[in-house]
């Protein structure tokens, strides 16, 4: 079965560094998403990828964040200057064209 | 999107049927129930969504009530493997661009 796959599973990064979390979606689908997940805290929408262009973020999703699809495969999600705040599980999801979103398995991110 | 109401945790003993509800008493007549889960620190997984009548599939079924302002997920035959934590969200629409957003959810844990 299809599945969405993420890299690294665990990214450990200096205060003020750059990181860059990758994810191959679906090989079908079109629409592609992040969401994070602070510990113990809910999932949350970070931002909606479509076309080459976003679709849709939140207000978390501010100037240090960054998306890209690159190449036919990869989609990836750019924290320039990452913050202790940003340390969190990111799931990146991908979905067809009306249909629902799969997730990935996540990226841990712990920023020291 | 219009808000949920989910009891914190439940239990259920392997083998019996998990019954998850869900509030939803300000539904608009376009928005969808969804129920998505996430086993401990996996990515979210869709489950099965519904409109008005109610919905089966090889994972679990969805009954709506009546006037939608409420819901339940069944599980048949509870697993060990079903212990996660269960969402219910309500959305405008299947597919599109709406993206998901999770509330706290009902963790539900399988016992033997």
């Known amino acids: 079965e299809p599945e969405v796959t993420q890299t690294p599973s665990h990214q450990v990064t200096q205060m003020g560094q750059e990181v860059i979390l990758r994810c191959v979606p679906i090989?079908?689908?079109?629409?592609f998403y992040w969401y994070r997940q602070i510990l113990g805290q809910k999932v949350e929408f970070l931002v909606s990828f479509y076309n080459n262009e976003i679709s849709e973020k939140s207000e978390i999703f501010d100037d240090q964040f960054s998306v890209e699809r690159p190449d036919g495969s990869n989609f990836t999600l750019k924290i320039r200057s990452t913050k202790l705040e940003d340390s969190a599980m990111y799931f990146c999801?991908?979905?067809?064209?009306?249909?629902?979103?799969?997730f990935g398995p996540g990226t841990r991110l712990t920023v020291l | 999107d219009a808000k949920t109401t989910q009891p914190p945790s439940m239990d259920c003993a392997e083998g019996r049927a998990a019954n998850l509800p869900c509030n939803h008493s300000?539904?608009?007549?376009?928005?969808?129930v969804y129920w998505y889960r996430q086993i401990h620190s996996q990515g979210p997984q869709y489950i099965i969504h519904g409109l008005k009548n109610n919905e089966t599939n090889e994972m679990a079924s969805l009954i709506i009530t009546e006037d939608r302002k409420s819901s339940t997920l069944i599980l048949p035959h509870a697993t060990l493997r079903d212990t996660a934590v269960y969402y219910c969200?309500?959305?405008?629409?299947?597919?599109?661009?709406?993206?998901?957003?999770f509330g706290k959810g009902t963790m539900l844990l399988v016992s033997p």
């Open positions: 090989s079908n689908h079109l629409y």
């Open positions: 300000t539904i608009s007549g376009n928005e969808y």
């Open positions: 969200i309500v959305r405008p629409s299947p597919g599109g661009y709406s993206t998901l957003t």
């Open positions: 999801a991908s979905r067809a064209t009306g249909g629902e979103q799969f």
